[in-house]
């Protein structure tokens, strides 16, 4: 877990939703990545896709029934979708996704007995740690949406802005 939220610094750093998601097959990491919807403009750049897609690259099969995925956040429906689909062992991951999580929070897609795969779940491994870099980057942005607002506000209200 480490090592994505390391993967999670790296998205904090592009200014991007810090989500770090790293596969591990036996002792090795075989993928990692971490949120980039902002640099790439892609709705499927979360960290556990990037992961997935550089983990079956990596060992090129797309069956990685052999492997670990630890993610910093519950992964949405999309992202365990593609766990599923991926035939992943075994999520572990950091904080709840009270708003998207398909894990645990609003879906408990990783067990539900009418798929065809179940993946064993553990959750909050390093939760504090990982709740903490997303609470600090909210905080941040919206300070930093707050500074925007009253410079705008400023210069419309400057005798200078028309």
């Given at each position: 877990?480490k090592l994505a939220l390391q993967e999670a610094n790296r998205a904090?750093?592009?200014?991007?939703?810090?989500?770090?998601?790293?596969?591990?097959?036996?002792?090795?990491?075989?993928?990692?990545?971490?949120?980039?919807?902002?640099?790439?403009?892609?709705?499927?750049?979360?960290?556990?896709?990037?992961?997935?897609?550089?983990?079956?690259?990596?060992?090129?099969?797309?069956?990685?029934?052999?492997?670990?995925?630890?993610?910093?956040?519950?992964?949405?429906?999309?992202?365990?979708?593609?766990?599923?689909?991926?035939?992943?062992?075994?999520?572990?991951?950091?904080?709840?996704?009270?708003?998207?999580?398909?894990?645990?929070?609003?879906?408990?897609?990783?067990?539900?007995?009418?798929?065809?795969?179940?993946?064993?779940?553990?959750?909050?491994?390093?939760?504090?740690?990982?709740?903490?870099?997303?609470?600090?980057?909210?905080?941040?942005?919206?300070?930093?949406?707050?500074?925007?607002?009253?410079a705008r506000t400023n210069s419309l209200l400057s005798p200078h802005?028309?």
């Amino acid at each position: 877990m480490k090592l994505a939220l390391q993967e999670a610094n790296r998205a904090v750093e592009k200014e991007e939703v810090p989500v770090g998601a790293v596969v591990v097959c036996g002792d090795r990491v075989v993928g990692r990545g971490h949120n980039r919807r902002e640099e790439l403009q892609s709705p499927t750049a979360h960290a556990e896709m990037l992961a997935l897609q550089e983990a079956a690259s990596s060992l090129r099969s797309w069956r990685l029934q052999d492997c670990t995925l630890y993610v910093t956040l519950e992964p949405c429906v999309m992202c365990v979708g593609a766990i599923l689909q991926a035939r992943i062992a075994r999520l572990v991951f950091g904080c709840l996704d009270p708003k998207g999580g398909a894990a645990e929070s609003l879906y408990r897609l990783c067990e539900d007995p009418r798929l065809n795969h179940n993946v064993v779940v553990t959750s909050g491994v390093l939760g504090s740690e990982c709740a903490r870099i997303l609470s600090e980057f909210f905080v941040g942005l919206r300070a930093k949406d707050n500074d925007n607002k009253v410079a705008r506000t400023n210069s419309l209200l400057s005798p200078h802005g028309s």
